[in-house]
């Protein structure tokens, strides 16, 4: 397609503004259909979409070719992977990536930047040119039911440079960084795919926590930035989400800011939208707000009647075509920015830069600097107490998806890491929610173990309290080492105030669980700082 968008259709302009997704692992009616009657210029990965490297490999190619064949720019072609708890791609043949609050506990600038050079060399090699990501919320509500360790950290300058790291690290490997979600996400009680939050804070604290992490995302020269559908009252009057904002999203992020870059929405399918407005008028709204380019994730028919809608909102008068126009140029623009049109590496030069040694001793090493002690009253290391009886390890498995994280696809057995370690034990699976049947079974087993090791997992928000009452039954009733360890969310030990000894993992994959081995039989030295603050009751420092 000529770039000189005189030439261009309304039409073909429109459709340029939105990033759509569909529902399998070749390219299906659906966005076959978007791309060759609709015209748009993006589409996002979800794990619905994922199969193996090569088929992902292929579907981009794919896609891209029918793009090519339609005389369009090529695509954007996106996805959330921000590692740890967040990762649409999950397969053991690419790099397990470790996620946002386990770099902010090992903090160190180095390492960010190592995690995020070997995510975007492998989203690059699997022809996946954005990633929505690094999240620069600051997580400082304890029952953030959507942030929580997909934030650096509770401290705003932590997390400014932690993900200015990021963004720079994945675009010197020309894969576009994205910030999000602007103007922040972390001070919040509910998860915006459900509810319509509302950060109440005045001016002053909004510039000293919020945006500072933006502001050093804008300095970092990200690609993007991702609208948060979160209503900021000190920034714009009305009760409506930023993502419809002009206030927020021209006056404060492109005038005050001096923000040059694309501007993206958050999906307007999610509740905190599509509750309120018609997925149609909010596609309008955003557009008229600032926004470039308009997410819509998942169902066809709203797909096309967003794209409708804004192109009906033209022709009567409510967007111009000058807006669309220059919204146009910033998203071709980064195009051509991250060399969008150059053919992707080869299938046999996949193998090569997917999952490489070299990257694996990276990641190990981020783990081991990432487990933190938290308290620890003579139980550590467990060799050195135990006796011969087996241990066992209490593990909450994960089999129920949200909007935000998927249950891994891969086993991990910290069981087995402990038994390399010298420590033989076993894993017991249990629901993340056991009743009172499920938790006497399990006391009765852990009665006659060695020590035990009681994971917690909490997805969003507080621990759940099957998990609580089964750990604090374990605290009263044994007499051996008796280890809580958290494998995602630190702010479980506020439910449990009194157990002796707690250790944070913040991620329930392969490495985490190896490095917790490691600290658990005296192997290494937790070197990992809590990026929250708990609750101080408690005596827990930071």
Request: contains cysteine; charged residues 20%; negative net charge.
């Amino acid at each position: 397609m000529n770039t000189e968008i005189a030439h261009w259709t309304l039409e073909q302009k429109i459709g340029q503004l939105f990033v759509c997704g569909f529902h399998d692992i070749v390219p299906d009616e659906q966005i076959q259909q978007l791309i060759q009657q609709y015209h748009i210029g993006g589409v996002i990965y979800f794990r619905r979409n994922i199969g193996t490297a090569t088929q992902i490999h292929h579907l981009s190619a794919s896609l891209q070719d029918m793009a090519r064949a339609q005389g369009l720019p090529p695509l954007l072609i996106a996805i959330d992977q921000e590692g740890g708890m967040v990762s649409r791609i999950d397969q053991e043949e690419l790099s397990l990536i470790p996620g946002n609050m386990s770099l902010g506990a090992a903090d160190d600038l180095e390492l960010t930047a190592a995690a995020a050079t070997i995510s975007a060399r492998e989203l690059y090699a699997l022809g996946i040119n954005v990633n929505f990501a690094p999240c620069v919320d600051v997580n400082n509500n304890p029952r953030n039911p959507v942030i929580g360790v997909r934030s650096y950290s509770e401290k705003p300058e932590t997390v400014g440079l932690h993900g200015a790291a990021a963004i720079r690290a994945m675009q010197a490997q020309n894969v576009a960084a994205t910030a999000k979600h602007f103007p922040g996400h972390g001070d919040t009680d509910v998860d915006s795919h459900y509810g319509l939050a509302s950060v109440p804070h005045d001016r002053q604290r909004l510039e000293q926590v919020e945006l500072l992490p933006f502001r050093h995302a804008i300095d970092a020269e990200a690609d993007l930035i991702m609208t948060a559908h979160v209503i900021f009252p000190a920034f714009e009057p009305e009760p409506i989400p930023s993502t419809l904002s002009h206030s927020v999203l021209t006056g404060l992020l492109r005038e005050q800011m001096g923000y040059e870059g694309v501007i993206v929405t958050d999906c307007l399918e999610m509740h905190a939208i599509a509750k309120h407005f018609s997925i149609s008028e909010a596609a309008v709204r955003a557009a008229q707000a600032g926004a470039d380019l308009l997410l819509v994730s998942h169902t066809l028919e709203e797909q096309i009647a967003a794209i409708e809608a804004v192109r009906a909102a033209v022709q009567e008068g409510r967007l111009s075509e000058q807006h669309i126009d220059v919204a146009l140029k910033r998203i071709l623009k980064l195009k051509a920015r991250r060399q969008m049109d150059t053919a992707p590496v080869s299938e046999a030069q996949l193998a090569a830069l997917l999952g490489a040694r070299d990257t694996e001793m990276v990641l190990r090493r981020i783990a081991a600097h990432s487990i933190t002690v938290v308290k620890d009253e003579g139980q550590l290391p467990l060799r050195r107490s135990v006796s011969a009886l087996e241990g066992l390890v209490i593990w909450p498995q994960v089999i129920r998806r949200t909007e935000v994280d998927e249950p891994a696809r891969h086993e991990v057995s910290l069981a087995e890491a402990l038994s390399l370690q010298g420590l033989p034990a076993r894993q017991l699976a249990i629901d993340v929610e056991p009743d009172e049947v499920e938790r006497q079974q399990v006391i009765q087993q852990a009665m006659a173990a060695g020590f035990v090791v009681m994971v917690t997992y909490t997805a969003a928000g507080e621990l759940p309290e099957g998990q609580a009452l089964l750990t604090r039954q374990l605290h009263e009733q044994l007499q051996v080492p008796f280890i809580v360890a958290s494998m995602r969310n630190p702010y479980d030990l506020n439910a449990l105030p009194d157990v002796k000894t707690y250790i944070c993992a913040y991620e329930n994959r392969k490495y985490a669980a190896e490095a917790l081995a490691a600290v658990l039989a005296g192997a290494a030295t937790a070197t990992g700082r809590l990026p929250v603050t708990l609750n101080e009751q408690y005596g827990v420092q930071i």
